[in-house]
């Protein structure tokens, strides 16, 4: 289930006004978005815990660029395209749900296109999918991931 805590008409990503603040290091990945990205580029998440993280550089995301622009625009995580939300809270088990909210203070807010929440909520199942299916594995297999990338 997805739930939505706030809701929102329009937006557009004004990332040089808040200097791409959402491209922050540490983005949390699925197995999909690693195997997809990885056909690409290398040495580019860290595995703590059960969950696999985007590196950064400074604090940002390792594929921020200079000009703020998202480097891997066609093949960015799944997290990235639930913009302007983000996860607040993932719950896993018999009744799974993920609750989405508004970027804090994201300047793009009111303006832009209309957002389409179905397309949100396609891809915050898909997290929710992916995510699940690697903990039924690590539950299986507690080193899963350790065995996986070494
Ligand atoms: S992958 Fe792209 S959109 Fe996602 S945090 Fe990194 S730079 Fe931003």
């Not at 749900?97 to 807010?109: A, Q, R």
């Amino acid at each position: 289930m997805i739930i939505f805590l706030e809701n929102v008409e329009n937006w557009e990503c004004l990332y040089q006004e808040c200097g791409a603040r959402c491209c922050s290091e540490g983005i949390e990945l699925t197995l999909e978005d690693v195997e997809r990205i990885s056909e690409r580029h290398s040495d580019f998440f860290k595995v703590e815990d059960s969950r696999i993280l985007l590196k950064g550089r400074d604090g940002k995301c390792v594929f921020l660029q200079e000009d703020l622009r998202c480097g891997i625009e066609d093949i960015k995580p799944v997290a990235c395209r639930l913009l302007p939300f983000v996860i607040h809270e993932v719950r896993y088990g018999d009744e799974p749900f993920i609750k989405l909210k508004l970027v804090v203070d994201c300047p793009g807010v009111g303006s832009g296109k209309a957002v389409d929440l179905g397309e949100i909520e396609r891809y915050a199942t898909l997290f929710l999918h992916e995510k699940q299916e690697l903990l039924m594995k690590m539950k299986e297999d507690r080193d899963y991931l350790k065995k996986l990338f070494s």
